[in-house]
């Protein structure tokens, strides 16, 4: 791992390849001064006027405590200004804004700094990497975003790079490199940063990488730690893989973490196994498809949850683990709740790791029953060999893939985007050979038996765990969800709708003329002078599209637009 911070080094770095320096555009009215992000604003941005971070705040809510669209007026959003960017992947960032002051990226790490106000470009950044920086990538060449702390800007890069920008001219400041393109790993996640450090996890789960969670310091870029989620035979959790196999594990950490100030606990999931057929690799493979519960000064463990242990099917566990106040048979608790894609519904006390409950919310035949005593029990009839192939639900895409959910406290429900897909999967001979995939099997997504379609988005009662109200489409539902105080739901259809929810009823109280894109992204909401904004992406990508199988070859998904276009709403006259 090496850090190059001088300007002479990092425009060498961008002759030869690696980035280009950030383009000033010409000069237009003059924008206010930017608001320093201080510790304290962070530790607070949940009740911030901008969005601070990938889902708003350090809880992961994705909740805004904003009243100002609300059920009576939500009908009159229109669009205030929009920015047609025209790359063909997906688009998955959420738009991050501080006082006047927007940064959002786009595929192949691309970064834009507009006015939030009147969506003046203020300044770009175009990443420029070797065509082997991309041959890793496992599902699709895209970027989750940005962090804001101090007067800086934070990205992270397909080649494994994280940079930090001035946030007001786009000057590169700082640039660590953290592995060599090609080589099985890439960043795609949104950083994350926690007293003084910015956090950041690398995927390669498919290409036989190692997975690892990074600290870089946030002023500097030098690396205060790394943190291998595969451990070695001499670390705890070393016995539960065979000898050797740890090298080329998986466990990529590619999504953002949550975290707790008043623990000083962060939140980070731990994706697939390597290969994915799980009789080449017998044991629990710890600490693959958990939450790891770290102290963010040192990267040092404190306990963990595992999601699915030793995984066949590509169930990961890095989606997201939200904080929340869960009350449960009459007991309080302070939690982590999380939808993984083995198609469960977790609520984990966040202070021990000890399971609250867990209750199905597709249908899964790959897990027979969750447990606090006996943890995930699955099961053995759905596990694919070289000689047997199986149909199980969900499939590899999971009940939920990434696509972040949302809690609302007032409703104590969580909004969950969920994907009704099986899948049938095979065995299939593989080695590990660096730079190519490394699955050892072979598998297709098929349609989940009585399904009216293919998504939906289903809000869960947390005391319960069951389903208050579901919204169900034909297509696919992989836009994140966002809340807000007024007892909105505001998230994205495939067919390129924006649409608003009664947060308590499901009702559908508006949904945007169609827009250029089918959307994959997370929503976020601003405010600036008390006029309130939301602001998205659309742009057709990602998984699904690739690796969808049946889904992806349905007419009314295979024939949606692709392009990035950026909008703004707020309220009409």
Known sequence: MK????????RAAALAGGGLLASALPAAAAMPPYPAVTAARLAKAESDPGWLMFRRDYSGQAYAPFTAINPANVAKLTTVWSYNDGLKPGYEAAPIVNGRYMFVTTPMDHLRAFDALTGKLLWKYDRVFPPTATKTVCCDVVNRGVAVAGSLVYMATLDNHVLAFQATTGKIVWDTTLKPPGVGYALTVAPLVVDGKVIVGESGGEYGARGFIAALDAKTGAISWKRFTIPAPNQPGGDTWPKGAY?????????????????KTLFWGVGNPGPWLATMRPGRNLYTDSVLALDPATGALKWYYQFT???TWDYDGTNESILADVTWKGHAYKAIVHADRNGYFYAIDRTTGKLIYARPFVHSLSIKSVTAAAG???????RPTLTKGIFTCPSFLGGKNWWPMSVDPATGMAYVPTLHACMTMKGAPVSYLRGLPFLGESFQVVPQPGAKGWGSLQAIDLSTGKRVWQYQTKAPWNSGVLTTASGLVFSGRADGHLMAFDAKTGKVLWESPQLASGIVSQPSTFEIAGKQYVALWAGWGGASPIWGGVMANDPSIKNIPRGGHLYVFGLGK
């Open 3 to 10: 850090r190059s911070r001088s300007p002479l080094a990092i």
């Open 376 to 382: 995930t029990l699955t099961n053995d009839a759905v």
């Open 309 to 311: 242990p030793h995984d």
């Open 247 to 263: 090298k080329h594990g998986g466990g990529g950490a590619w999504l953002t973490g949550t975290y707790d100030p008043a623990t």
